[in-house]
């Protein structure tokens, strides 16, 4: 059965779309198993990240397993299917496998190598472990796709030096705010964003920095990371306050409905009072009738375009250098996959060989009879055993490695002849 991606990323939606169909983080689990429910679906798991929402799921029938998830994302995120279908990307098989080895690896990231997105692999594995939506193709491809991820970073350069979203939105402040090392400076939230943002504008000197946070205790932790610089803490429901005090807000929450919009800017902000928002939330932490005030200005992660774009043509020969082990790894898995189709035939053979075994030493044993001790027959058991697995594991192992289909099959109806299978039984639905 093959493996497929249906999804739509920053390369394909506006962020007004993709905010709609993310799935906030605890509802992940319960997304997949719906999607598991759905009759021509067998396996699925969920990658959905602040650029990308991505349903990768095997399939015994194409067309409908496609349709199913297509109803499942129109459903989730309310926009009609026919609105939403052409910001949809649809892959299969070998073109889906391709491309979770270019995310996994950061080459179909906004930033061009950033680490981030293989943390995100790996969550979105275990997401569908967790949910029991990933069986055995997607289990190998996942973890095929986080070896592929660590081999590009490890064989090649590009990640040296790699933007984050969070750097990028430092880099896009340093150029829309004059003097951004000596602006009043606020950020809203206290995840692994917030940190990468600190991070940032501390090393571009900004030093009058605020950290809004719904937990105290959490944005106390964050801010001792940063020793030599001096954090204010404040809560959420004080950013009433924060706002007149700030020239610059950096948003990253988790939050799925907007923080801020025009109403409550008009009523909290000073008269005539300038201020630039940076959100990097997916869903927006920032309405966009915020646009609409006179002296306040929004930029979103697709605004990042051109920051990122600056930083990466130095770095497309790379993409080349990884994309040649990405090819490895490709024809790794399509390997293994295609000697899925070996595994009921040898099942088959494996249990009509046991059975004879087990046959022909219980007529052996009877003879025998009370001559033999309880120690004698766990030697000839494991004897006839080692037999067999020795006599088998030749034929098994080059049937799986075949690599040439019209000899794998023939190979296989040889077996089915010589051996009085059952071909149907063998039957490989792929």
Known sequence: MPVIVVGLSHKTAPVAVREKLSIPEEDRVTAIQQLCSYPHIQEATVLSTCNRLEVYLVTPDTTQGMRE?????????????????PYLFMLLHQDAVMHLLRVAAGLDSLVLGEGQILAQVK?????GQDAKGTGTVLNRLLRGALEAGKRVRAQTSISSGAMSISSAAVELASLRVPHLHRARVTVVGAGKMARLLLTHLVAKGANRLTLVNRSAERAMELASQFPETQIHIAALEDLAKTLPESDVIFTSTAATEPLLHRGLLQSWLLPNQSLMLFDISVPRNVAADVNELPHVHTYNVDDLRQVVNRNQERRRQLVLEAEAIL?????????????????????QLRDKVEAIRAQELEKALSRLGAD???????????????????????????????????ARKRALQTLHTLFNLNPEESLFQG
């Open 123 to 127: 969550h979105c594995h275990k997401l």
């Open 69 to 85: 998830v297509t109803v499942f994302l129109a459903e989730h995120s309310g926009i009609p299917l026919a609105q939403l279908r």
């Open 372 to 406: 033999l001790t309880g120690k004698h027959r766990e030697v000839v058991e494991a004897l006839t055993k080692g037999i067999v697995n020795k006599i088998l594991h030749d034929p098994m192992v080059q049937l799986r490695a075949q690599r040439d289909i019209a």
């Open 327 to 347: 090819e490895e790894e490709l024809d790794a898995f399509d390997t293994w996959w295609q000697s899925l189709e070996t595994v009921p035939t040898l099942n």
